[in-house]
């Protein structure tokens, strides 16, 4: 399985951009890349996920580069309800593999 | 809502009980997985069922088993607690289209939190 390498921690101000970049050098070709979105005592939430190239969705973008070697999840102008864990996970076949987790991104976004 | 559900929400139990936990997956999804995470960390694949068989496990002793029903709902037991067992458990269906399928995601219920006193 490919590791996953993303920054601990972030913090923002409520309506800015937040960018976190997951870097996952040993991608296989038919992984992909999902996000999901943790809040305290929940289950996570799947946000996006993305092959190649750029995906949007009414939650998030999901951009990544040619090498697939990195991927960025942008949220575009947070709010305080955005305050969560986001972890990178990269897996062939997400619904009938055994997701693996690391320790995820810690957003705070301020107000 | 993902259509995930789990019971109980909060637990709590002694050292050297048993627990069973229980998940109903979201409708027409064949395969669930469970997890645990300890405060802190990200969630740690216990073991995944597909279709009422076993189909993969993680680095989790015999005493944590579980069941998958013809409904595909699902249960996960653990023999002789220890305090190390509490954490959060997780539940998460998803449909598996069989080798070379499309790709899907895991949906994830709300969780039980297990206290072992």
């Known amino acids: 399985l490919a590791k996953t390498t993303q920054p601990i921690s972030m913090d923002s101000y409520e309506g800015q951009e937040v960018n976190i970049t997951c870097s996952h050098n040993?991608?296989?070709?038919?992984?992909?890349i999902t996000w999901y979105q943790q809040f305290p005592s929940q289950g996570p939430r799947f946000i996006i996920q993305?092959?190649?190239t750029k995906v949007t969705n009414e939650v998030a973008s999901l951009f990544i580069p040619a090498d697939r070697k990195s991927s960025t999840l942008s949220l575009p102008r947070v709010s305080l309800s955005d305050t969560a864990v986001y972890y990178c996970?990269?897996?062939?076949?997400?619904?009938?593999?055994?997701?693996?987790f690391g320790s995820g991104t810690r957003l705070q976004v301020q107000p | 809502e993902t259509g995930v559900t789990q019971s109980p929400t909060h637990l709590i139990k002694t050292r050297g009980q048993q627990v069973t936990l229980r998940c109903s997956s979201q409708?027409?999804?064949?395969?669930v997985s469970w997890y645990q995470q300890a405060l802190g960390q990200g969630p740690q694949f216990i073991f995944q069922?597909?279709?009422?068989?076993?189909?993969g496990r993680g680095n989790f002793p015999p005493r944590f088993s579980g069941l998958q029903f013809p409904n595909y709902s699902s249960e996960l037991n653990v023999n002789a607690l220890e305090l190390d067992d509490s954490a959060l458990y997780l539940c998460?269906?998803?449909?598996?289209?069989?080798?070379?399928?499309?790709?899907?995601?895991?949906?994830f219920g709300q969780g039980t939190r297990l206290t072992v006193v």
């Open positions: 069922y597909y279709r009422e068989e076993e189909n």
């Open positions: 993305g092959y190649k």
């Open positions: 996970l990269v897996a062939k076949d997400t619904g009938r593999r055994a997701l693996t």
């Open positions: 998460a269906s998803s449909l598996a289209m069989g080798t070379g399928g499309t790709n899907t995601e895991a949906f």
């Open positions: 040993n991608i296989a070709t038919n992984d992909y």
């Open positions: 409708s027409g999804h064949n395969t």
